[in-house]
């Protein structure tokens, strides 16, 4: 038989449904995967037993012919995602023993759907990372390795327990979240699909609030379709979250090998940034190549703000989070260290609970929102987040219906290479995918070739609101021009 | 703009977030590289441009007011690092 572990989510939900194997066998493979996987440090909790329970209930489904559009696929959950009775921290101190007792709204369309729950995976503190070194479980090790070297490389963040999980097989898809670029940059320096879409398209009910108007959940996956697949059930509407829209969520799979054909690509010449390295520069140029021979016409377009989304995203998602944030106070959940009267309590279990990075961008939003500053600084970083949106949208009103840009400035770098002496140089790593958490846009970035030492690039794809269909068509086109990449196995 | 030592010790009390003194001057460092960062943005011209409110055009959802929850005050407190019967327990806050 076949490795399991080795399908596409695809191909494995067509052989469960066709009893090629069962959900029970499906999830034994991954279980042992993970297990034999550990040094990568991807999962902060494997949950077997609830996983085979599940896979028990998904054969009795597929056998009576009544499964799910999930059945019995092995998913893994960013820490993030509140999961009913299991253990969720958003790998912070704070949070160490926190077991919610209900459910977020897109794990529970994933489960309503027959997916199975692996475990929970590793991510940045709160998701404050570009490079899941920030996590109080330690950092993920990345499963690729540079040519000829053991170096330790980071899966990029802050989902890299989500993008290292999936490209070492270690379930069949996984849940991200991504705020500046947190599904879409770990995805690219680990050879998966991972799809950021809409604000609005998926619910944030239950999942731990970073920076309410920029975060937005996702799906990670081997293939452009294998995330339409998962999108479709992730999305819909939610009561319970004012800002999730209430639009039908199309059959995204369908999208998936679609025309192209006079689909007009925008190449945004800012993003053309000085000192880019020339195989980032070759990339992109391939992939409107492959665009172009598909039938789709390339258009170069200038997107003006491009320079400021980043400044503007270190004063805006700083001051959404503290305000998130002052919930962890040593009350109601979490970590208390006791402290002589209340406030010291607070100031003590802050101060305890909370990891280096949190406590700055904590301590930068206060700052920026405090008395005196506020317009100098979140006012006016809110109006140019207008202007950004603005630059998209006389775009797609002269027709352009997707600007295509590499995902990040470079490949994956080693585990405590970067950020140490200079925050901003970590924070970098966004300036391409961060300006689509602004205007609110949906993004997908796809495997797209490996760099001269081996390692994975990506293409982002950036569209219009709420049609992340045309993303999976034209993801699709590069997915099948560049083919897929794999880290060869050293663990 | 950039921050002193009172600042930063002004801003973390405001966070509530015990700062050690060793760690003023480190946090001084890095707060004012970011602030450094983003003073880029006085560039701009926003003369006359709304401030964004929400990033997808949309009107708030309403819905019926009407309870739909409740009744589950074990679950509520069942993370509660110290509680009492079905009160959060804190120092005292009143003299």
């Known amino acids: 038989m076949t490795d399991l572990t080795s399908l596409t989510l695809a191909q494995a939900r067509d052989a469960l449904r066709k009893r090629e194997f069962s959900a029970t066998e499906l999830v034994e493979a991954y279980i042992a995967a993970a297990e034999r996987a550990r040094v990568l440090n991807a999962f902060v909790l494997e949950t077997p037993d609830r996983a085979r329970a599940m896979a028990r209930v998904s054969d009795a489904r597929l056998a009576k012919g009544e499964g799910g ?15 009913a009775g299991v253990r969720t921290t958003a790998c912070s101190r704070i949070l160490e023993n926190f077991v919610p007792p209900y459910e977020s709204t897109v794990t529970a369309n994933l489960w309503r759907d027959g997916a199975v729950l692996l475990g929970k995976l590793n991510n940045d503190e709160f998701a404050m990372g570009s490079s899941n070194e920030t996590s109080c479980f330690g950092p993920v090790v990345s499963p690729w390795r540079r040519r000829g070297s053991q170096q330790k490389l980071v899966p990029g963040g802050s989902s890299g327990g989500s993008a290292a999980a999936v490209a070492a097989g270690l379930c069949v898809g996984a849940t991200g979240t991504d705020t500046g670029g947190s599904i879409r940059q770990p995805a690219a ?17 239950g999942i731990v609030a970073f920076a309410s108007s920029l975060d937005q959940a996702g799906p990670f996956a081997h293939t452009v379709g294998d995330c339409a697949i998962l999108l479709r059930s992730m ?11 209430d639009l039908a969520v199309p059959d995204y799979e369908q999208a998936v090998g679609a025309s192209i054909k006079g689909m007009r ?21 391939r992939g409107a190549q492959w665009l172009k021979a598909a039938g789709a016409e390339t258009v170069e377009i200038s997107l003006p703000m491009t320079k400021y989304a980043l400044p503007a995203y270190y004063i805006v998602a700083p001051a959404e989070a ?10 109601r959940y979490g970590l208390r260290v006791p402290g002589r009267d209340v406030i010291a309590m607070y100031q003590g279990t802050r101060a305890a609970g909370f990891g280096k990075e949190v406590r700055r961008r904590v301590m930068i939003g206060t700052y920026v929102l405090s008395a005196g500053y506020y317009d100098a600084y979140y006012l006016r970083a809110q ?82 609101p709420f049609d992340e269909e045309t993303l999976f068509a034209l993801g699709a086109v590069i997915e099948q021009a560049a083919g897929r990449f794999a880290p060869a196995k050293w663990w | 703009m ?28 890095e707060l004012n590289a970011i602030l450094a960062f983003v003073e880029q943005l006085g560039e701009v011209n926003v003369e006359g441009v709304e401030p964004m409110t929400s990033v997808t055009p949309m009107a708030m959802k309403m819905r019926q007011d009407d309870v739909t929850d409740g009744g589950i005050a074990d679950e509520v407190l069942q993370n509660a690092p110290t509680r009492d019967d079905h009160f959060f327990v804190v120092p005292k806050v009143v003299e």
């Open chain 1, 322 to 331: 503290s305000s998130n944030l002052a919930r962890y106070d040593g009350v």
């Open chain 1, 383 to 464: 109006k140019v987040r207008t202007l950004i949106k603005r630059d998209f949208e006389k775009c797609f009103a002269e027709g352009i219906n997707a600007v295509l840009a590499p995902t990040t400035p470079s490949a994956a770098f080693g585990i405590g290479e970067k950020g140490r002496a200079d925050p901003i140089e970590m924070y970098l790593n966004d300036v391409f995918t961060v300006t689509a958490n602004m205007a609110g846009l949906p993004g997908i970035s796809v495997p797209s070739g490996l760099d001269a030492q081996g390692l994975p690039l990506g293409l982002q794809l950036v569209g219009r």
């Open chain 1, 189 to 205: 320096f680990c050879g998966v699909v991972g799809v950021k879409p809409t604000y609005g398209r998926c619910s944030r009910w």
């Open chain 1, 235 to 245: 999305a819909g509407p939610d009561a319970k979250d004012t800002t999730c829209v």
């Open chain 1, 69 to 83: 559009a999930l059945e019995g696929l092995p998913l893994g959950i960013k820490d993030l995602y509140c999961t």
């Open chain 2, 2 to 29: 950039s921050v002193d030592a009172d600042t930063v010790r002004h801003v973390a009390r405001l966070a509530r977030i015990a700062v050690k003194d060793d760690e003023v001057e480190p946090l001084r460092g």
């Open chain 1, 265 to 285: 690509i925008g190449i945004p010449k800012e993003y053309r940034m000085p000192g880019m390295a020339a195989e980032i520069e070759q990339l992109w140029e």
